[in-house]
């Protein structure tokens, strides 16, 4: 995809109306070495053997952009094989990526590394979140999703500042897609968990701004190539 990552529109008088900066987010590939248990912000390494899923993703991603990670190792491993799966044509030198570790997944503190079976059943079961625990509830020596949240708004208005009128790819976690997707729509962050993000999907989230303000258009959210029940399919774990 080659189209033009900035987009005016002027106004009669000629002055530019609004610039728009393209946010597409990329989860990470799936983790299959976890052996069932918690891993939030474990740095553990993810599969990235199914090329067919990264020739898909990459021929929709755009030329020219800036690439960003977290600090994780999962989301480099990610970028590369979006890289060797026909994003750089031949000869063409990698990106280097601006790491973000605001773009981390959730801390889980003391539950990373717990059996996730056995979590679960010590817990309530909560209805559509899919996820560890309320927005708010912050786990020992970790953060909540509501943390998260914050963060990771901080980390996308800097960062649209900085790269105003680009394409931003962003490779990142189920966690933080969610926290940018509630940044975008203003939501409150037990609203965002319902939100599904798969692996190796995509979610497009484009910022405008101009003189008479700024705001966010959703392009796609949680756009992938896995089958339909699919064994490589792995909601997120953390």
């Excluded at 912000?41 to 960003?68: M, N, Y």
């Excluded at 094989?81 to 773009?103: K, N, R, S």
């Excluded at 979590?119 to 912050?138: I, L, T």
């Excluded at 963060?151 to 490779?171: K, M, P, Q, S, Y």
Aim: proline residues 6%.
């Amino acid at each position: 995809m080659t189209s033009d990552p900035t987009q005016h529109l002027s106004s009669g008088s000629g002055r530019t109306a609004f610039v728009r900066t393209r946010w597409w987010w990329v989860r990470h590939a799936p983790v299959r070495s976890d052996d069932g248990r918690i891993y939030g912000q474990s740095d553990i390494a993810c599969d990235c053997g199914d090329t067919h899923i990264f020739e898909r993703l990459a021929a929709e991603l755009p030329k020219d952009a800036v690439w960003v990670t977290s600090h994780l190792r999962r989301t480099h491993q990610t970028a590369l094989a979006l890289w060797q799966a026909g994003y750089l044509a031949e000869g063409t030198a990698p990106p280097e990526p601006i790491v973000v570790p605001d773009f981390a997944e959730q801390n889980l503190g003391a539950w990373q590394g717990q059996d996730r079976a056995g979590f679960f059943a010590d817990r309530q079961p909560m209805a559509a979140s899919y996820w560890f625990a309320p927005a708010e509830e912050r786990p020992p020596e970790g953060e909540s999703f509501a943390d998260l949240c914050r963060r990771v708004a901080a980390a996308i208005e800097r960062l649209t500042a900085e790269h105003a009128g680009r394409d931003i790819v962003a490779v990142a976690h189920g966690g933080t897609i969610r926290g940018a997707i509630a940044h975008a729509l203003d939501l409150a962050p037990q609203a965002a968990l319902a939100f599904a993000v798969e692996n190796c999907s995509l979610t497009r989230l484009d910022h405008y701004s101009g003189e008479t303000g700024s705001g966010w258009r959703i392009g796609v959210v949680n756009r992938h190539g896995w089958p339909e029940g699919g064994p490589a399919r792995h909601a997120p774990q953390g």
